[in-house]
């Protein structure tokens, strides 16, 4: 396949923004809990995919759409506290090594749990959007929609995080946690309010994609390791960073996957990912190495 | 290297393994072999993994060595024509290069920790996601096999998968030469090097050790034996397919595989092997057996043993961070130290 600058690559560069808003939205929220509680929960995709079978769930059970959505959203920012409560904090003082593997570790768990529980077919919620034609080109309306919504989202939680009390709490904890205990702060309330936060966006992810894509226990592995890249590329714990290469790591899927196969995009996007973490280790973003 | 005579008593034990299953598991005799054999091909390249695990170098991209080892010794076969015996060394060459490639600006740049781990995690999705998407050589998701030759025995072309006893010497002599590996860089000085840039980079460095070459070092040799680990894999397995043999779901098994053994001990990542494959298979046996779970669950009760594994995965990490062989001799240590009156300091 030849790849010329025509009309369908501008469409490819413009889908690739629209699943840039996707990818900011669940690399913000991986971010924000590891630049506060200074975990990566490489079960973060499992829980966007336990987001999506119980919006599925809920959707098939008769509720309007909005409301499973929000059940969804609900649901996984629960998981994300009883996450924390239960796996991360007994690991809280272990070696960093051992706090990315208990997540590893539930990320089976997870992934097992949902084959158990609704088996491996692939389900879908039957929601067709439609799409919009300009000049050619064609973009559906649920990526259209899941773009408003991320960014939405993600002006919110800056809202939060930098005109809230809880939100400036959480700010001082990511920058200094040995001082925050002695400024009268509980390091522990705010902890778990921020793994409820990134399950809450993990879950209002899940309400994003399952407009766009089929259910499936395994999705996770697809989406996992892109949300890790675009956090260390654009330097973990930094949320602006993050929100930069989301946009430059789906252009990379977009255009690879317009002009070669779906996988060299992918695969591009990682040889790009490597190549500038030998270059800035810090990420692009990131204040310290 | 001279044995104790408990470990030449359990050399010999397992050198007769095989005519003991004859003798009083004939009837099984295929399935226990193989589940040994796959014991000792795993505990190779677990082995292998803790090599430069042991001096926190946490890699999650161990799944790219073995999985161009399994692909480059198939591939070459079947496209080349290229026996094994050439095969892997090139196949291991490449693995070591790639290695090289991204350990040296990881270590030159002193990248650690989280972002090593997922650095790492990045070049195991790389290959798995070359190997997917070169699918008209590599068969893509669905896997290859290699071209059989003759009957499936021959030296030639390495095939020895018909003959379970042959299998398993050869595995038991690659886990023997695992052994070997770790013994020899644990009595090396460059273990001392590694331990001390493990615990303070800087001091290490300034003491006039070359931290970045050190690790390159031990780096290599990891890397070369998961690639040996999976070519052997495939040759005996004679299929291979992106998710078993590469993949992130590879790596984070031989990471929890040797963390539940025990990461600081020779034999540890063994025990690890064990463990790890008999808890699957009893589970996966108990529950393929148990008819009432079948009518509850169906065909999606096959995934109750990876839920089962991966809780009691999580709890081993919480409550057993030095794995079973590492507690059960940190406990037998404590105890003589007891006898000794002694205080030992507890690393």
Redesign the interface.
């Known amino acids: 396949m030849e790849c010329q600058l025509d009309i369908f690559f501008l469409e490819a560069v413009l889908n690739g923004l629209l699943l840039a808003g996707l990818l900011a939205l669940l690399a913000l929220g991986l971010n924000l809990i ?1 630049g506060v509680i200074d975990v ?1 929960w490489i079960c973060y995709a499992e829980l966007v995919m336990v987001g999506m079978y119980g919006i599925n769930y809920a959707y098939k059970a008769g509720a309007p759409f909005l409301a499973a959505a929000l059940f969804g959203v609900l649901l996984v920012a629960l998981a994300g506290a009883i996450l924390h409560q239960l ?1 991360i904090r ?2 809280l003082d ?5 706090q ?3 997540t ?6 997870l ?3 949902a ?6 077919d692939f389900k879908n919620l039957g929601i067709r959007l439609g799409s919009i034609n300009v000049a050619d080109m064609s973009f559906s309306y649920s990526r259209i929609i899941t773009f408003g919504v991320a960014s939405a989202a993600m002006l919110m939680l800056w809202l939060f995080l930098s005109r809230t009390y809880v939100g400036i709490a959480i700010r001082a904890i990511a920058q200094d946690r040995q001082i925050m205990p002695l400024m009268g702060v509980d390091h522990r309330n705010i902890y778990l309010v921020t793994s409820g936060i990134g399950g809450g966006l993990a879950g209002l992810g899940a309400a994003l994609m399952v407009l766009q894509y089929d259910i499936y ?1 395994q999705i996770g ?1 697809q989406f ?2 892109l949300i ?2 675009i ?2 590329l654009g330097g ?1 714990g930094s949320m602006i960073g993050g929100f930069v290469a989301a946009f430059i790591i789906s252009e990379f899927i977009a255009i690879g996957g317009s002009c070669f ?1 779906t ?2 995009g ?2 591009i996007a ?2 790009f ?2 190549v500038v ?2 270059i800035r ?1 810090q990420g692009l973003f990131g204040g310290k ?1 | 290297m001279r044995l104790s005579r408990s470990a030449m008593a359990g050399l010999g034990l397992l050198i007769a393994l095989p005519f003991l299953i004859r003798f009083f598991f004939g009837a099984s005799e295929r399935y226990y072999l193989h589940l040994l054999i796959q014991i000792f091909i795993w505990s190779f390249i677990y082995t292998g993994w803790s090599i430069m695990g042991r001096f926190g170098l946490t890699s999650l991209g161990h799944g790219a060595f073995t999985g161009i080892g399994a692909y480059g010794c198939i591939l070459l076969w079947n496209y080349a024509g290229l026996t094994p015996w050439l095969g892997i060394p090139i196949a291991v060459a490449v693995a070591v290069l790639v290695a090289l490639l991204v350990g040296y600006p990881c270590f030159h740049m002193r990248i650690t920790g989280h972002y090593f781990a997922l650095l790492t995690l990045a070049l195991t999705e790389f290959v798995r996601l070359c190997i997917v998407g070169l699918r008209d050589y590599t068969g893509g998701s669905l896997g290859t096999q290699p071209r059989r030759y003759g009957d499936g025995l021959s030296l030639y072309a390495m095939q020895f998968e018909p003959s379970r006893t042959l299998s398993f010497y050869i595995a038991l002599a690659l886990w023997l030469a695992g052994l070997v590996i770790w013994k020899w860089i644990d009595r090396s000085m460059d273990r001392y090097a590694l331990e001390a840039a493990s615990q303070d980079e800087e001091a290490a460095a300034s003491v006039g050790i070359d931290v970045t070459r050190e690790k390159l070092k031990v780096t290599a040799v990891s890397a070369a034996m998961c690639a040996v680990g999976g070519a052997i894999y495939a040759q005996y397995q004679m299929y291979i397919g992106p998710d078993t043999i590469a993949g992130l779901s590879v790596s984070l098994n031989i990471v929890f595989a040797v963390i539940a053994g025990g990461l600081w001990t020779m034999l540890g990542p063994t025990f690890g092997a064990v463990f790890t494959q008999v808890l699957s298979e009893v589970l996966r046996v108990t529950i393929q057996s148990t008819a009432g779970l079948q009518s509850a669950f169906g065909s999606s009760v096959l995934a109750l043993d990876t839920l089962i594994y991966g809780l009691l995965l999580v709890l081993f990490i919480i409550y057993m961070p030095r794995g079973i062989l590492g507690t059960i001799l940190e406990r037998r240590d404590k105890r003589h130290s007891r006898i000794a009156a002694t205080p030992v300091k507890a690393m």
């Open positions: 590891f990566v796996v007994p690991v272990a070696a960093p090594i051992n990315l593997l208990v590893g570790g539930m990320l089976f768990v992934q097992a749990a084959t158990v529980a609704f088996g491996i226990p592995l996992g390791p890790f890249m956090c260390v973990l196969a996988e060299w992918y695969a990682f040889l990912f490597m973490i030998f280790p190495a």
